[in-house]
């Protein structure tokens, strides 16, 4: 008796995480949608963009480059050299020396044409909410363009959208785990919604940058 009540109970559960699942999932994607776009002509111009980070080697010992990384990279220039941005924000995680997601994202750009004066770095975007908090709060900006793979750039914008920020999103080319990146992103979407009804706050904030 006892083991089929417990069946139930885990069935019911199960249910239960896949309907919360399912449903933020839904109201990400539906009230995101038309502020998605995936090529630089019909995306409506800002002056800033903000792109967010990742790490940029699969392997730090082989030094594979992060398909992710390397997409959004490519991205960001491909909105700067068409002048849809004027300044773009590298925003990251650099906790110590040795991982620091803004500064090499910065010098990529550098590398690909982007000129330094026209790159600000977030070193204190530990994760999606702290980026867009820090670039309202820090930077200023109330209105902006967010550089990431599609998924991704839903989940910001529906941050932003609840942050009084007006923003878009370019869509970067999707990476070589594409279905585990999805996956991943179905959960965080869940806890993205927890943060929100709770009012969860940047980690840090700092100084403010002034973008001219």
């Not at 080319?173 to 919604?193: C, H, N, P």
Request: hydrophobic content about 45%; charged content about 20%; proline content about 2%.
């Amino acid at each position: 008796m006892f083991g089929r009540i417990l069946k139930i109970a885990i069935i019911i559960f199960a249910l239960l995480v896949i309907a919360i699942i399912g449903t933020a999932n839904y109201i990400v994607n539906s009230s995101t949608k038309s502020q998605l776009y995936y090529n630089t002509n019909s995306i409506p111009k800002n002056k800033v963009g903000l792109l967010l980070g990742t790490a940029k080697y699969n392997d730090k010992g082989k030094n594979i480059i992060n398909v992710y990384y390397q997409n959004r990279i490519d991205a960001a220039v491909a909105l700067y050299m068409a002048s849809k941005v004027d300044y773009i924000i590298v925003s990251g995680d650099s906790n110590t020396i040795y991982y620091n997601e803004p500064l090499l994202m910065k010098k990529d750009l550098i590398a690909r044409g982007v000129p330094a004066a026209r790159i600000f770095m977030d070193n204190a975007g530990f994760r999606t909410l702290d980026s867009i908090l820090r670039c309202r709060d820090i930077f200023g900006q109330k209105e902006f363009t967010i550089i990431s793979q599609a998924f991704h750039d839903q989940r910001a914008l529906y941050i932003a959208n609840h942050k009084g920020v007006t923003t878009v999103g370019y869509a970067a080319q999707d990476g070589d785990t594409y279905w585990f990146s999805i996956l991943r992103e179905k959960f965080a979407r869940v806890k993205m919604i927890y943060d929100l009804l709770d009012n969860t706050q940047a980690r840090y904030y700092g100084e403010k940058i002034m973008i001219p």
